[in-house]
């Protein structure tokens, strides 16, 4: 298994470009969640999905939008980048719900919007 | 938004000697959760706590779920160069249809051999 698997690796956007950040699993895994790490912080939740069709916001939804068309793959958009999106962006899943459950956590995508 | 205290934020040490982080929170968490991340990497799960008051040991690596379910600490013992990272704790709460992991702040551990 290749785990989660996410793409690029590194961007740099100018103001108000757009682009779709890629995370794919191949863990056959229901459930997964885009965060993004600030320098010096932990991760926030900008939204996650408990399966195909079905995305919800999370802590940190404002400039993002998600789509969960199949199982493995869930991709972040951005529409009108700005400066504060600069970030580190990691996509995770996990099998279900539940206190045993793990969330297996991408090698992230380096944004910086000049 | 909500997130957990952790602290230290960073710890400079020799190699060889015992570290401990720990984590406190307002709000009770059902699972605790002990991440590392290496430089360019996602974060690595080290160990998942399940009850208040369990005590989970990972090779050299030792967590305990607090009896209050309101704090968590990792301690690593004999430090080795590779023990370099940041690590982060995660609460775990659930209640609908996910589960939602609520980070600490990281701790950074630098490790001279």
């Known amino acids: 298994n290749a785990g989660v698997t996410q793409t690029p690796k590194f961007r740099i956007l100018k103001i108000g470009q757009s682009m779709t950040l890629q995370c794919a699993q191949d863990m056959n895994h229901n459930y997964m969640y885009w965060y993004r790490q600030d320098p010096g912080m932990g991760l926030k939740l900008i939204y996650y999905?408990?399966?195909?069709?079905?995305?919800d916001k999370g802590e940190v939804p404002n400039g993002y939008n998600v789509s969960r068309s199949t199982t493995e793959d869930f991709p972040l958009r951005l529409e009108l980048a700005a400066p504060s999106q600069t970030s580190v962006y990691f996509c995770a899943s996990s099998y279900s719900v539940g206190s045993t459950d793990t969330q297996y956590f991408g090698p992230g995508t380096r944004l910086t919007v000049l | 938004g909500q997130q957990l205290n952790q602290s230290p934020q960073s710890m400079f040490i020799q190699e060889g000697e015992d570290v401990s982080m720990n984590c406190t929170s307002s709000s009770i968490f059902n699972t605790w959760l002990w991440y590392k991340q290496d430089p360019g990497e996602g974060p690595v799960l080290l160990i998942a706590l399940y009850k208040a008051g369990e005590l989970t040991s990972n090779g050299r690596l030792t967590a305990q779920f607090g009896i209050t379910r309101k704090d968590s600490f990792l301690n690593i013992s004999a430090s080795i160069p590779s023990d370099v990272g940041i690590y982060f704790c995660a609460g775990l709460s659930y209640g609908g249809a996910t589960n939602k992991l609520i980070f600490g702040t990281g701790t950074l551990l630098a490790v001279q051999p």
């Open positions: 999905s408990v399966g195909a069709g079905i995305t």
